[in-house]
């Protein structure tokens, strides 16, 4: 096998695999998980050459990021660690995300206390506060670069103008937003500012949240499992989903390998300033997601693969529509 060639993110010195790890799913966000199993996911990772481990103060309400500490004693210095801080919704105050500096400030400490760590590589904001200008977020973000204790900074679901403004107040090294070949049209907007100012772009549920491997259905959802909420997987629109995988598959078959491989091998192809992070609490998957970085689709596949999946195709919403207000900020 040859080895992948490593990608940049943004600023940072380290370059990673081209596939990071998505650990949310490790701390219940698809159902319950066992945390022996994932140790063991993660050191297998490792093992394979996957050094961009993907967390936030959310995940677990701080559980996935007691996670990784326990993961990585010992091994602090062979990974590149993103968490995140803001997303506060859920707590019944009808607030989606707080960016107020002193709550940027305190969250930090809070995320290297449960991380275990001195510094956090890469640390986004999870959502947009409305309430507070990017500028003000941004400049709490860069106190912590300037302290050490954060390397690089990133922002999740933000639009080319907001991204402007915060890249004027302090370098952005990644932009995290959801983009998989399903759901690409305001991932592909925003990488036209991303790449100009050579941000990188992180992918987020870049197997559509499993629904572009083919294995989910109906019945396979169980209770715990946030996807039950999630419009791509209504009754009325999961048919119609898991029929646009059948174009996946056909590439697939072609390549040997499988639908949620040529998703991933697909998002790849986009540029080198790509690095998708899936999630998964299964350690073949893992070893499944992390192959698709072998994988070159020819011209061919992906003239197919546009056709068979223009912009809007979906159907069902990336998020119900209270919650998709508050994307792409
Ligand atoms: N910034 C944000 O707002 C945001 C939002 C969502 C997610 N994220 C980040 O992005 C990461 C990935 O997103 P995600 O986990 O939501 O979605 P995803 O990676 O698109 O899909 C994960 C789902 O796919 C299944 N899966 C993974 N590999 C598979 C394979 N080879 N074959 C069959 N099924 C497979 C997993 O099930 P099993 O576990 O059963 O294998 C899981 O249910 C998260 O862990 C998190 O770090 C960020």
Redesign the pocket.
Known sequence: MTPAALRKIGRLETAVFPIGL????LSG??GPADEAEAIRLIHAAMDIGVTFF???DKYGNGHNEELLSRAFAGKRDQVVIAS?FGNVSGKGDGRIADGRPEFVIASCEASLKRLRTDHIDLYYQ?RLDPQVPIEETVGAMAQLVAQGKVRAIGL??VNPSTLRRAHATHPISAV?S?Y?IMYREQAEDVRVTTRELGVTFVP???????LL?G?VNQSSLREGDERLRHPRFQPENLDRNLDLVRNLEAVAKAHDS?A?QIALAWLLAQGDDIIP??????LS?MV??TNAAQITLSQADLDFLAEAFPHGVAAGTRYRSEHMKNMYL
């Open positions: 998505g650990c949310a799913s966000s698809y993907d967390t936030s995140k999870h999740c679901e995290q959801e998989s987020y549920a870049p197997l559509g949240r499993g491997t294995s499988s949620g992070i899936p999630g998964t609490k299964t998957r499944e997601n």
